[in-house]
């Protein structure tokens, strides 16, 4: 019988909730539970709960006023902002924040949900470990002494102190760590080397395939095509791409394809309405097909409902990947992934999404955790920073004349760990 665990994320955003879809498979019941959310939560823990999240949603609307904004959003940013790498020192003193939570912990908060998994565990013989994809249900399973092991699956390319427990020596959290970097920083906060494992990110097994990882090669042929229209970089890597994917085939099979993402509070759709603008008649022409990631919000998809009428684009080149509940949304995100050629977004968990060989466009960072995102993929040759949205018709193209968006996509592919879902089945699972 294969082994089950208890996945925990929470439903602030999108990124916690993204990382915890690919493992839907390893958990019990095969459901997430949202520790903001579940069923009979006490009112007490749902409104620290609730106030939180409501709290970064309204900073990062705001964050796009220029000034008042801006200035705003930098004064929450300094209470989870993660500091310089460099020069290597203990970085294990908790800050405030962290602090702060612990006490809301003195006062029971999360004591609720650990005790049902308790109860379950005895209905099921058998302490099943939890993983987290947040840092709070994580130090709430270890303060009431959660009988199971504690797995905490880290969303970013570097994190916050806040993301270490209080006491990281003594603590038994064990960390998965997407990159190397960030397993650094967790030593660097205390933790033993022993508690953090160098998974990789957890991508959707429905973009990889088996571990061969025959579906993401087959969907990189066809986009390589597409990202290198002069075969400037295919053919002076010939065989650097038949080494790794094989031959390519004669045609992609679609139109060019841009897929721009909005986060849960839509803070940039300002960005993907100009990206329209100036790709109109690209779109048009059906020379470019374009996906908008408007996530489970109805606003936001009635937004771009309404720019698109007024541009007079065809459905069939433009549609808006929308859905009523945050699986479903999944679901249709990562199988128009598929077929997608660019990922245009902010700097967030969708950054390791490159490693499908996915180039990135990066639009403006929101956040500490973002701008080290940024750092990263721009280091790695991931991705690229995003030019001014208004003349996107011009950069663009000359991007895939010369062959950086398939160089991208290659380094991706190649330098990033790509089964990190395995890895962390076999981590937490064996």
Same mark, same amino acid.
């Given at each position: ?10 439903? @602030?955003?999108?990124?916690?909730? $993204? ?12 459901? #997430?539970?949202?520790? %903001? ?8 823990? $749902? ?104 797995? =905490? ?5 570097? #994190?916050? /102190? ?7 020596? $003594?603590? *038994? ?11 650094? /920083? ?22 990889? +395939? ?6 993401? !090669?087959?969907?990189? /042929?066809? *986009? ?11 053919? !002076? ?21 841009? @897929? ?31 996906? #908008? ?5 109805? %606003? ?13 684009? !065809?459905?069939? %080149? ?13 679901? !249709? ?47 790695? +040759? ?10 996107? %018709? ?33 981590? =937490? =699972?064996?």
């Amino acid at each position: 019988m294969e082994k089950k665990a208890w996945v925990v994320s929470v439903n @602030m955003g999108y990124g916690h909730q $993204r990382t915890a879809f690919p493992l839907r498979d390893l958990a019990q019941d095969v459901k #997430v539970i949202n520790a %903001n959310d579940y069923e009979g939560i006490p009112a007490k823990d $749902r409104k620290i709960w609730e106030g939180t999240r409501r709290f970064y949603e309204a900073i990062s609307r705001f964050s796009r006023i220029p000034v008042a904004g801006k200035a705003a959003f930098a004064a929450y940013d300094r209470f989870q902002r993660i500091l310089s790498f460099y020069p290597k020192r203990n970085l294990s003193k908790p800050n405030f924040a962290l602090k702060q939570g612990y006490s809301l912990f003195k006062k029971g908060w999360g004591k609720h949900l650990i005790e049902e998994l308790r109860i379950k565990n005895k209905e099921l013989r058998m302490d099943l470990p939890i993983i987290s994809t947040f840092s709070v249900p994580a130090f709430a399973a270890e303060f009431f002494d959660y009988p199971g092991e504690i797995f =905490c699956v880290i969303c970013d390319a570097d #994190v916050a /102190r806040g993301w270490a427990p209080l006491d990281t020596r $003594r603590s *038994r959290i064990k960390y998965l760590a997407p990159t190397q970097r960030t397993a650094e /920083r967790m030593y660097l906060y205390g933790v033993p080397s022993k508690n953090v494992f160098l998974t990789g990110y957890p991508l959707p097994l429905e973009n990889i +395939g088996s571990e061969s990882m025959e579906i993401l !090669k087959d969907d990189l /042929r066809r *986009r390589l095509l597409n990202l290198d229209p002069q075969k400037k970089y295919c053919e !002076k890597y010939e065989v650097l791409i038949e080494s790794h994917l094989g031959k390519l085939p004669d045609k992609p099979g679609h139109p060019l394809t841009l @897929m721009f993402s909005l986060g849960g509070a839509g803070a940039q759709k300002e960005i993907g309405v100009r990206v329209l603008r100036s790709l109109w008649f690209e779109i048009s022409q059906g020379k470019v097909k374009v996906f #908008v990631g408007a996530g489970i919000s109805e %606003n936001i998809k009635q937004y771009f409902e309404e720019r698109i009428r007024k541009f007079k684009l !065809k459905k069939e %080149n433009i549609e808006i990947i929308f859905a009523e509940d945050i699986e479903s949304y999944f679901t !249709k995100f990562n199988q128009a992934l598929r077929e997608t050629d660019v990922l245009w977004t902010k700097p967030s968990e969708l950054s390791f999404y490159s490693a499908l060989g996915i180039p990135i466009i990066i639009s403006r960072p929101i956040g500490s955790q973002e701008e080290f995102n940024r750092r990263w993929l721009l280091k790695s +040759g991931f991705g690229l920073s995003q030019e001014d949205p208004s003349h996107t %018709n011009q950069w663009l193209f000359d991007w895939l004349q010369k062959g950086y968006l398939a160089e991208a996509a290659m380094e991706g592919f190649i330098e990033g760990e790509k089964l990190g879902t395995y890895n962390i089945k076999k981590v =937490c =699972c064996g």
